[in-house]
């Protein structure tokens, strides 16, 4: 479940990079990593054709070191969904806000409460 959750501020985040500048799939898992998500390229070139299908991404094929490789740069429809990802997150995420890091340390509801 929690891998859902990753997958879409991931999702997000290669979408953000994509309006920058054109990125291409190694880049993007070495990008991930500096944030701590260390993604296969069997993970991360599913969601990179996803966004290209969905029209979020355009690819562009250019000679590096006589190969060739895909660069993936954001569409206008990516730009526009990833303003809107990120202020549908904000609105969500803004909420739990700074107390976050508190939340594990509350008791949960009694139901969920292992006793010995
Ligand atoms: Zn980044």
């Known amino acids: 479940m929690i891998r859902d959750f990753f997958l879409g501020f991931i999702k997000i985040h290669i979408l953000?990079?994509?309006?920058?500048?054109?990125?291409y799939g190694l880049e993007m898992i070495r990008e991930l990593e500096t944030h701590g998500y260390r993604l296969s390229p069997g993970t991360l070139y599913p969601i990179l054709h996803k966004l290209e299908k969905r029209g979020y991404l355009q690819t562009e094929r250019r000679i590096v070191n006589g190969k060739i490789r895909k660069y993936y740069a954001a569409t206008a429809l990516g730009r526009s969904a990833?303003?809107?990802?990120?202020?549908?997150?904000?609105?969500?995420?803004?909420?739990?806000?700074?107390?976050?890091?508190g939340i594990s340390q509350q008791e949960g509801p009694?139901?969920?409460v292992k006793t010995k």
């Open 16 to 23: 953000f990079h994509a309006t920058e500048a054109p990125v």
């Open 82 to 101: 990833l303003v809107e990802a990120y202020e549908k997150a904000r609105e969500l995420l803004g909420e739990i806000g700074p107390g976050a890091e």
């Open 110 to 112: 009694p139901g969920k």
